[in-house]
């Protein structure tokens, strides 16, 4: 079975600048979960869909960083304008249902802000 | 709210040699999940165990076993017979009975180093 998908697997920008990373979860996975991962720190949820809808967005600073997941499949984070403290992995994780079951993860997207 | 801690930054154990990483976690809650998650440099992370707190028998997975103390909200994982690949960063996860499978409150990890 093929695993959760990732790209870009790194990606440097200048400040200010907008960055967009994409997710494909593992095919019949309804649910769909975007982290960061600071250097040094465990992952932080940033959003949770289920299907194509936002189940949790609480964690996610909506003033720069935005998400959607069109058609419930593939999903894609971006973050305009990037600040420093932006700097992290960006981890995507899937699951088959919502309660009581494991989450897989992506590789990541290590993103770096200059 | 739930805090996990790994006090332990990084460790190093030599090759067939068994290492114990330690993790201490706070909660109110009754039932819960406790997870151990390795992620090597690659970047992939990956569910090494799982416990379940309402289970007294300490959940084993092959060289991987833990030592769940529940009043003492401590949850350590012990590898056994350490192999380079082992090699790793390994975080502890809490989370709450009948919540999203990706709603777990992780550790800051504890850096594997395993010598040969």
């Known amino acids: 079975e093929a695993g959760v998908a990732q790209s870009p697997r790194y990606k440097i920008i200048e400040k200010r600048q907008s960055v967009a990373f994409w997710c494909n979860p593992i095919?019949?996975?309804?649910?769909l979960y975007w982290y960061q991962q600071i250097l040094g720190q465990g992952p932080k949820l940033l959003i949770q869909?289920?299907?194509?809808?936002?189940?949790?967005d609480s964690q996610l600073p909506k003033d720069r960083f935005s998400a959607e997941r069109l058609k419930g499949v593939d999903s894609t984070l971006k973050i305009q304008p990037a600040k420093l403290e932006d700097s992290a992995v960006y981890l995507c994780?899937?699951?088959?249902?919502?309660?009581?079951?494991?989450?897989?993860f992506g590789q990541g997207t290590r993103l770096t802000v200059v | 709210a739930q805090t996990v801690t790994q006090s332990q930054p990084e460790m190093s154990v030599q090759e067939a040699e068994t290492v114990t990483l330690s993790c201490t976690y706070d909660?109110?809650?009754?039932?819960?999940?406790l997870f151990w998650y390795k992620q090597p440099p690659s970047r992939q992370m990956i569910l090494v165990i799982r416990?379940?707190?309402?289970?007294?028998q300490n959940a084993t997975e092959n060289r991987f076993s833990v030592n769940f103390q529940k009043a003492a909200k401590s949850f350590s994982l012990k590898i056994s017979d350490s192999q380079l690949g082992d090699a790793a960063m390994y975080f502890c996860?809490?989370?709450?009975?009948?919540?999203?499978?990706?709603?777990?409150?992780f550790g800051d990890g504890t850096t594997l180093t395993v010598k040969p």
């Open positions: 994780a899937s699951s088959l249902d919502s309660l009581n079951t494991e989450a897989f």
């Open positions: 095919s019949g996975h309804a649910t």
């Open positions: 869909f289920q299907n194509n809808g936002v189940v949790d």
């Open positions: 909660t109110s809650e009754s039932d819960y999940y």
């Open positions: 416990q379940e707190a309402y289970k007294q």
């Open positions: 996860a809490y989370r709450r009975y009948n919540t999203n499978a990706g709603k777990s409150t």
